[in-house]
């Protein structure tokens, strides 16, 4: 039996001077009524608590952990980085480097904007998208999620096509009358909302795959939808990339659909573990971003020296061994399999979700093709679930509605070892 003493301690004393003592709401455990493990270290596919526990990684850091933790190669990169300095605040060769490598691997993004997390670069790029349009008004998905900038942190009012209501304190309903919320997959829900305000819409913003619904693939022809009704109204499409970026594939999830955006938001993988993140897009639409245009943006920390080292060297790994995606592909499809064998063994209905090395089981009968179908999980069979992985050395996300990661670091023995307690 584990036990997990120090984590519980380090958990009740960060409550003293951390609002829940975390930084991130998701590491409460609340979702799975658990208190959270400390993390001490980790190294490849493992990570170890303060209590010396060991678990199999399939979190990943939220999907940067591509290539494993600690990578020997990265780490070597970024100690050499940090002996030169860690913040300029002043242009560096490796700007370029990283961004030249973005738009060679990503070629939809002429030119590209360094900042420091997923949020910054989503509200970035929503500023954009209204300054080149000039039009107001946006359209997300319920259920997609895009940081947590005021606009953006909303959800469907009493009925899905009208403008969003906050869905946080502290937001004014002012921030979010230009919100638009329709349904991911559901092309007439996007449709009414075009013909009600399609001459004031910016742009559409959407995960290509939505991976905070657990994981949503969109349906055949639901993206390519999307950019032609764009294109037919003079709005923008917005790529949010961030989780699917590098991970689907070299060039992203434009590349895996074949379908391309105006703009993309790209965060995780990109800054090799660190704190990174980009957006851009079409010559054309960045060349509104101040010093060139008048859409205001800068970051003291943007293009960190540290962080592109980082993101310079994974993209190098992935970009010289592009067989990983297949290898982590047919590892996840593996964990899948597990999933639908072991339900079935147990007559327990589980419908599984997978693309890539993204995947996620929901503990229900019915096929999950949008946010309801999320929803409709049965929570009291995923807090099971993660305490029964937990306890056995598997590190899953503490909630339904996040993915389940896999890397290149994962062995044979290891993907057979979590098959092995996902049947249990």
Known sequence: MRNYIHSE????????????????????FLAVNRNPVFI?????????????????????????????????EVIEAVQKAVKD????????????????MIHEAVPSMELVRMVSSGTEAVMSAIRVARGYTKRDMIVKFKGCYHGHSDGL???????????????????PASYTENTLVALYNDEDSVSQLFEKYGDNI?????????????????????????????????????????????????????EYY???????????????????????????????????????????????????????????????????????????KRLANAFLEGGAKKGQPVSVNQVGSLLCCYF????????????????DQYTAYFGKMLDHGIYVAPSQFEAMFVSSAHT?????????????
Not at 9 to 28: C, D, H, M, Y
Not at 59 to 70: E, K, N, R
Not at 277 to 302: C, D, F, I, N, W
Request: charged fraction near 20%; proline fraction near 5%.
């Open 9 to 28: 301690q380090l958990f009740e004393q960060s409550k003293t001077v951390i609002p829940g003592g975390v930084n991130s709401p998701v590491r409460a």
């Open 40 to 72: 001490d270290h980790a190294k490849g596919s493992h990570i170890y608590d303060v209590d010396g526990n060991d678990y199999i990684d399939f979190v990943c850091s939220w999907g940067p952990g591509i290539l494993g933790h600690a990578h020997e």
């Open 85 to 100: 300095g860690l913040t300029f605040g002043a242009p560096t060769k490796k700007e370029y480097i990283l961004a030249d």
């Open 153 to 171: 942190l909303v959800k469907a009012g009493s009925a899905a096509l009208t403008s969003a209501v906050p869905d946080s304190a502290g937001v």
């Open 202 to 254: 910016a742009c559409v913003i959407v995960e290509p795959v939505a991976a905070n619904m657990g994981v949503v693939p969109p349906k055949e022809g639901f993206l390519q939808f999307l950019r032609d009704i764009t294109n037919q109204y003079g709005s923008l499409l917005i790529f949010d990339e961030v989780i699917t970026g590098f991970r689907l594939g070299y060039g992203g999830a434009q």
């Open 258 to 332: 074949g379908v391309t955006p105006d703009l993309t938001t790209l965060g995780k993988i990109v800054g090799g573990g660190m704190p990174m993140a980009v957006y851009g897009g079409k010559r054309k639409v960045m060349e509104t971003v101040s010093p060139l245009g008048q859409v205001y943006q800068a970051g003291t920390l943007s293009g960190n020296p540290v962080a592109t080292t980082a993101g310079i060297k994974t993209l190098e790994l992935l970009r010289d061994n592009q067989h990983l995606y297949e290898e982590i592909e047919q590892k996840a």
């Open 364 to 379: 229900t009968e019915h096929p999950v093709v949008d946010y309801d179908g999320a929803t409709s999980s049965d929570l």
């Open 412 to 424: 044979e023995a290891e993907i057979e070892e979590a098959c092995r307690v996902i049947q249990l």
